[in-house]
């Protein structure tokens, strides 16, 4: 396995690749590798006949008060999981390489997709994302990019951004890769502490509960939400930042369920800020990432 740092090289690597006629997969992450990254690897690597993981810490994403010194930066470890892994070119850029000295074009993302949820409370944060994306979709080449379905709003205004700009790029969702006990893998759950971690476990039970009311045959918006909130009032110490019921699609807000869903929630667990969601369809309650 190679690591890459130069963005030229990158492009001359994935070029000669496709000039071989082998696809090539791409997983874009900015480190701190989990299983739940390892899965979206591993798929990408059984899929594909070149798999690359990028791993930058993008600083455009971050707000000013968020925690972009503070994120783990394990690289020699990541660089060890993804050689066990199989991927066979780890590209790794600095800031210098992907904002050079005079950048200045941003790419914003789909007003109506970015509009609520994350994009509500984290202002310039997919413009930050789509910007990225769109660097290493471009230097990478990839005919397929598999991202994970905790960030299911940013997967959404993603592919809108590959079908709009006619990137080519086939956009891959994975389902969410949980601990044992429901909590959704991230790489910000090393923040938390112990009691905390069990604090955390409310972000699964609430949507669990509003799955299994939808599977009872439950169909109005505010009674499946009224599920989620009844187990959260059991959390006081946790602050829910939303949560929000959306076509899966177009993340309108849902006042009947008639299709398929997500319920989305952030939530602050001490400092810590966590996401995580529920695909929801009539008549199932909670189905995977390959029903949307």
Request: overall charge neutral.
């Amino acid at each position: 396995m190679e690591v890459i740092r130069a963005k030229d090289k990158m492009r001359q690597v994935a070029e000669d690749w496709r000039r071989e006629g082998l696809v090539v997969g791409f997983v874009p992450t900015m480190g701190a590798l989990h299983d739940g990254h390892l899965s979206l690897i591993r798929r990408c690597v059984a899929e594909c006949d070149r798999c690359v993981v990028s791993i930058y810490v993008n600083p455009t994403q971050f707000g000013p008060t968020e925690d972009f010194k503070q994120y783990p930066r394990p690289f020699e470890e990541d660089v060890r999981k993804c050689a066990d892994a199989g991927v066979h070119c780890v590209f790794a850029p600095t800031d210098e390489q992907m904002y050079p000295a005079g950048f200045g074009t941003y790419v914003e993302p789909h007003k109506e997709l970015s509009g609520c949820m994350c994009g509500a409370h984290r202002p310039g944060h997919f413009r930050g994302v789509c910007t990225i994306v769109a660097k290493l979709f471009n230097i990478v080449r990839p005919h397929r990019a598999y991202f994970g379905q905790k960030d299911y709003q940013q997967f959404l205004i993603l592919k809108r951004m590959v079908d709009d700009l006619d990137f080519g790029v086939e956009m891959v969702l994975c389902d969410i890769v949980r601990e044992p006990e429901g909590l959704a893998l991230s790489s910000r759950n090393t923040y938390l502490s112990e009691q905390e971690r069990k604090e955390a476990l409310c972000l699964r039970k609430a949507l669990r509960a509003a799955a299994d009311a939808v599977a009872a045959g439950e169909r109005n918006a505010e009674k499946i939400l009224n599920a989620a909130r009844n187990v959260l009032k059991k959390f006081p110490s946790v602050k829910v930042q939303y949560l929000e019921l959306r076509d899966a699609s177009t993340l309108k807000p849902v006042v009947l369920l008639d299709k398929t869903a997500v319920l989305g929630i952030a939530v602050y667990v001490g400092r810590t800020r966590l996401i995580d969601n529920v695909l929801l369809a009539p008549g199932r309650g909670e189905v995977g990432a390959d029903d949307v």
